[in-house]
């Protein structure tokens, strides 16, 4: 073709010039002068017809030409030297090459304009393909003479057809469009072609797939010269998407006007000048105002009178501005009462920026606007409550404050500011070190801590110096508590009593009590104090050398009368009037021992009293006068031998008097002192009351004891005087880091630099048992031993073991509490505190105990609303009565309800006023869905049991009545309803004998190697006559695997899984029931498209007498019983049985049994 071409160019190259020739030669005759104007049209047209080569041959066969035909010499080539011929030739071949050129540029310019052109067509057509693709959209062409229909690829696969598969028809068209669709096509297709106007239709395809599309075709029609339509061209766009939004906005819309009639706001319009032009449709019902007395400015009438004013003023306002309408007011209902409402509304403009409308909705606030009301009284009550609490914090008999974690104040209370010497002002935002410098040291030692570990310090005492009295050294009991954010420690809070004078007291009275020892140690008289019972409470060591006893140890606690049977009964008595008050004495009587041994005693008896005033028993002052007596009696003797010698030895006797008489004399000073001494002691005893602490004398100078009281002995185990001469350190509890001589260093140096000291310290018994001592030690420079350390001990250790007994039950209590599946907690009232909540509040709550130590309203806020206001009310009764025991139901933060039972017990104090409560709440959820189980079951088992029951009952009664002797058919009829219901009952007996025989273990499967598909194909013969009767299809996909099972069981188990699966399918419905071979088990399926199971009956369903709905025992049949009876199957057979189900949809049941190997 291209070398046609070629040849067809150079043709006309030759040709063009040829034809010029003739033209000239003919016009030759006929012209002046011969014309090149030919030879110019030829090259013109071999130019633009070949192109710029046979152009150039054109040019030169012309060139040729004129010069062998038109120059002389003629029909010869070559010319003469004649110029002007020559330049003639010349001018032509110039002017031919200009044409040649410019033709020639015209033609490459054709070609590229024709070029781009084409490829600016393909450029649009394919943009155009991805417009319409992308747009979703086809092209139609329909000749109406021809009937021929031409579509565009993207239609064709609009149509869900490949590309080319249109055939062109218009009944391939007609056979896609969905039947409903048909007639309106045709229609609207007539209709345009009638009325000459534009084709657009919306209807639904039917793609190959079966699945149904929305398209919108539109399409113009072409009309001959009679009027007659001879073509429509069109588009066709896919609107699926728009349809679906339209559906969605239509539900939207029914869900937005059922929201509204179901809630409590009433949604108006107005016009632009607030006259209403739709009317609620809640709005009669709520105001019992007509919608014709509501349009336009009707609605004003329901206004409350005192809030029209206001509420047209607004309008007003919102009208002029354009801006949100918004305001409360009051609305008489139907009732005639009056509603607060919050009403808002926004002005509508259209596209020119008119205003067209108002919109709005009322939604009735009263509820809200009590709620309110309450929250301001409780704001106020609140407030007053924190004043209360306030003003009990600053004017608190202790110190009280608050430090950030910097050790500055925060907040401090008066007691505690004056205390310290400052203001409250002062101490706000300055550290304890700039404030109080000499007790910085000792406070950081306890506070750092605490920021540290979280772990509080309580009961600690801090002795100091302050501004508020320099230069005097006091005291303070002080406690530290961590103050938490969650568990971010953000301060400290503080609890401070002086105990300055307590501790002056204290140690006065310590030294009252070594001197009253040390007296009724030293005292050179027989003193014994007794209680009431006469039970020896103290005596001195004169007592019991004078009465020759053990030692003071072994006298304190027993009775009287114990250690000296032979008292008489005449001292008794003296005892007990001396008890009553009185006070005897006796100057001197005999007193007869037990071993007949004789005492001259001068004694004398008063009465002690406590420190209420009331006696506590009785002192006794006794001196041994035996001596005296003696002597007295030996006076005697002397006197009566004087009368017989008085001649011989009257000076001698003289002399003997004078030395009698100044004995006599010197004891009774003696007597006069230890009187005064007794009547000191008694002072000194009634302060000191019960006494019974053990005191030792250690020197100071080399810790040896050089003194050790009766009790201090006992206390430590040894006996009278065996402590004497021994270093103290025996008596220190020693340990693997710490020595005995350690702890007696370390006491001896806090003792010696202080001048005093108490403690607590570890001792050990003489047998190595240890034991706790509460001990104070003092500096006492004695008269005999010269400077000894006083050390008085009391044991502490049932205290200690008491306290750590304390410690233990409570830790077991924390931990009982935290661990129990029950929130247990503890209250209290006057504070309106919440002091302590086991850990099972954050299991059950899912929320964080600190917020309920933090605010404890937060308890009522997950509160399930339907029941806040009972649990409100129970909440306020037990602030009256003391406990309570509700039930209710929160909802955790995953939207989860949990039930709740919840109880609370007072605590009163010793006047029985409630000061805490404290009480137990448990989850209860499961107890519920128990309840909810049983009284199902109860429901299906009775229905089971009594409904056949009543039917045997009722035909038997019939018969028996002989109503039908004469009507054997309804006879007969009778019998049979007794008979099905008899093989109802015998069913569920043998159901539950099945499940006992299963459940127990005596029902012996016999396990053996079966094809699944031969069990499968014998389960489906035996309901496949139920499945026909509804119309429904069991289809099997089963294999030749081979399982290990027991045949009859397994058989039984797939009817029961078929006939529920038939019960529960819809008719025309297919059940599809398939095996699949797993590792080690066969995974068998019965699947259905019945109504589904909701998730949380899945595992129920499987349980005895359970049903997804208890209406489905009476409605469908059925005892409950075939699942529980085909889940003991399966799991007698190792295997698993579950079931997954979508409602709506439909569910299966899976069950595995053994793979059986060869």
């Avoid at 040291?441 to 306890?446: D, M, R, S, V, Y």
């Avoid at 979280?454 to 009295?469: D, H, S």
């Avoid at 995974?1083 to 209406?1111: N, Y």
Wanted: glycine share 6%; proline share 3%.
């Amino acid at each position: 073709m291209k070398i046609y071409s070629k040849l067809l160019s150079y043709g006309v190259a030759i040709g063009s010039p040829a034809i010029a020739l003739l033209l000239s030669l003919w016009v030759e005759s006929l012209l002046f002068q011969p014309i090149s104007a030919f030879f110019y049209i030829a090259v013109i047209v071999s130019t633009w017809y070949g192109g710029s080569r046979p152009g150039i041959v054109t040019v030169v066969l012309s060139t040729l030409a004129i010069d062998y035909f038109f120059i002389p010499p003629k029909y010869q080539i070559g010319m003469k030297s004649v110029w002007p011929d020559i330049l003639r030739v010349i001018l032509f071949l110039l002017v031919a090459l200009i044409i040649h050129l410019l033709t020639s540029n015209f033609l490459k310019s054709k070609q590229k304009i024709q070029k781009l052109s084409q490829e600016l067509a393909q450029e649009k057509a394919q943009q155009l393909r991805m417009a319409l693709s992308a747009a979703q959209m086809g092209m139609w062409d329909w000749n109406l003479v021809t009937g021929e229909i031409i579509w565009s690829p993207e239609q064709e696969q609009l149509f869900g057809l490949a590309v080319g598969a249109f055939d062109g028809k218009y009944e391939t068209f007609e056979a896609c469009l969905h039947p409903e669709d048909r007639p309106t096509v045709d229609q609207k297709i007539q209709q345009a072609l009638q009325s000459h106007s534009n084709y657009q239709n919306e209807y639904r395809i039917i793609w190959p797939d079966g699945s149904i599309h929305w398209v919108e075709s539109r399409g113009h029609a072409f009309y001959d010269a009679a009027n007659q339509p001879v073509r429509i061209t069109g588009t066709v766009m896919a609107i699926d998407e728009r349809k679906q939004a339209q559906d969605a906005l239509q539900q939207s819309e029914q869900r937005y006007r059922a929201l509204v009639h179901a809630s409590a706001q009433i949604v108006w319009r107005t016009d632009a000048e607030g006259g209403t032009i739709a009317v609620p449709d809640n709005w009669q019902e709520l105001t019992g105002q007509s919608p014709e007395e509501c349009l336009g400015w009707g609605w004003l009438e329901v206004i409350h009178p005192d809030d029209r004013d206001r509420t047209a003023q607004a309008w007003q306002e919102s009208y002029i501005n354009r801006s949100l309408y918004a305001i409360e007011y009051r609305i008489r209902m139907k009732n005639g009462n009056y509603r607060d409402f919050a009403v808002r509304g926004v002005p509508i403009v259209d596209a020119n920026g008119k205003l067209r409308e108002w919109i709005g909705t009322c939604t009735d606030i009263t509820e809200h606007k009590q709620a309110e009301a309450a929250l301001r009284e409780n704001q106020i009550q609140l407030q007053r409550q924190l004043a209360e609490i306030e003003t009990i914090y600053q004017s608190a008999p202790i110190g009280l404050n608050v430090l950030d974690t910097d050790l500055r104040f925060v907040r401090i209370n008066q007691q505690l500011a004056e205390m310290n010497g400052f203001s409250v002002e002062a101490h706000i935002g300055h550290t304890i070190r700039e404030l109080l410098p000499e007790l910085a040291n000792a406070a950081e030692q306890l506070l750092l801590p605490i920021l540290a570990t979280g772990t509080p310090v309580l009961n600690v005492e801090l002795t100091g110096k302050t501004p508020a009295q320099p230069g005097v050294q006091r005291t303070w009991l002080e406690s530290f508590w961590p103050l938490k954010d969650g568990e971010r420690i953000i301060g400290i809070s503080t609890v401070c009593e002086e105990i300055t004078q307590r501790k002056q007291t204290e140690i006065a009275l310590r030294e009252r009590e070594a001197t009253l020892r040390l007296f009724f140690q030293y005292v050179p008289a027989g003193i014994a104090m007794f209680d009431r019972e006469m039970r020896y409470i103290i005596a001195s060591q004169r007592w019991i050398d004078d009465y020759r006893l053990d030692s003071i140890e072994s006298l304190i606690g027993r009775s009287h009368y114990e250690i000296f049977p032979e008292i008489p009964e005449r001292w008794q008595q003296i005892h007990q009037r001396c008890m009553a008050g009185a006070i005897e004495r006796c100057d001197e009587e005999l007193f007869v021992r037990l071993d007949g041994s004789q005492q001259w005693i001068r004694w004398e008896i008063r009465p002690w009293h406590n420190a209420t005033g009331e006696i506590g028993g009785i002192i006794i002052f006794g001196d041994d006068i035996t001596q005296r007596k003696q002597a007295q009696i030996a006076l005697e003797q002397l006197n009566t031998e004087l009368e017989q010698r008085v001649g011989e030895r009257t000076a001698q006797l003289t002399q003997t008097n004078e030395r009698l008489l100044e004995t006599v004399i010197q004891q009774q000073k003696t007597q006069l002192a230890l009187l005064e001494q007794a009547q000191l002691l008694e002072f000194q005893a009634v302060i000191t009351r019960n006494m019974a602490e053990g005191v030792c004398l250690i020197r100071a100078t080399n810790a040896i004891i050089v003194y050790a009281n009766p009790k201090f002995e006992q206390m430590f185990g040894y006996n009278s005087g065996e402590l004497n001469g021994q270093h103290v350190s025996i008596l220190n509890y020693a340990t693997e880091s710490v020595t005995a001589e350690d702890v007696n260093q370390a006491i001896r140096a806090a003792v010696l630099s202080k001048g005093e000291a108490t403690y607590e310290v570890h001792n050990v018994k003489k047998d190595g048992t240890p034991f706790w001592c509460s001990a104070t030690c003092c500096v006492f420079t004695h008269p005999q031993y010269g400077d000894v350390l006083v050390a008085v001990h009391q044991d502490i250790t049932d205290r200690k073991a008491m306290e750590e007994a304390l410690r233990q039950s409570e830790e077991k209590f924390r931990q009982l509490a935290d661990n129990i599946q029950v929130v247990f907690w503890i209250s209290d009232l006057k504070i309106g505190q919440v002091l302590y909540v086991s850990q099972g509040y954050e299991r059950i709550w899912q929320r964080n105990c600190q917020s309920l130590y933090e605010n404890p309203l937060t308890w009522l806020d997950p509160i399930h609303p339907d029941d806040r206001p009972l649990v409100e009310i129970a909440f306020r009764e037990q602030r009256i009565l003391g406990k309570y025991d509700i039930e209710y139901r929160i909802i955790q933060p995953d939207g989860s309800i949990r039930w709740i039972h919840d109880r609370a017990f007072p605590i009163r104090n010793e006047l029985g006023e409630i000061i805490r409560m404290t009480g137990i709440a448990e989850d209860i959820t499961e107890q519920h869905k128990i309840e909810q189980i049983k009284s199902e079951f109860i429901s299906i088992v009775s229905h089971e049991l009594r409904t056949p029951l009543t039917a045997i009952r009722a035909a038997l009664g019939l018969l028996n009545s002989g109503v039908y002797d004469n009507k054997p058919e309804k006879f007969k009829r009778m019998i049979e309803i007794a008979a099905i219901d008899s093989d109802r009952l015998v069913r569920l007996v043998n159901d539950i004998l099945d499940l006992e025989r299963l459940e127990s273990g005596r029902a012996v499967l016999d396990k053996r190697t079966y094809n699944a598909a031969d069990l499968i194909q014998q389960a489906v013969e035996g309901v496949q006559a139920i499945a026909k009767q509804q119309n429904i299809t069991l289809e099997v996909n089963s294999t030749n695997t081979k399982v290990l099972a027991a045949a009859d069981a397994i058989i039984q188990t797939l009817t029961n899984l078929l006939s529920n699966a038939i019960k529960f399918s819809p008719a025309n419905s297919t059940i599809t029931l398939s095996v699949e071979q797993q590792i080690n088990w066969v995974l068998f399926k019965v699947s259905d498209r019945g109504r589904g199971i909701p998730q949380d009956k899945l595992e129920v369903i499987f349980d005895r007498f359970q049903q997804v709905d208890a209406s489905d025992s009476r409605d469908k049949g059925g005892t409950g019983l075939g699942l529980a009876i085909c889940r003991s199957i399966i799991d007698q057979h190792g295997g698993n049985i579950w079931a997954e189900s979508t409602l709506g949809i439909g569910s299966t049941f899976f069950f595995t049994l053994p793979l059986a190997r060869d």
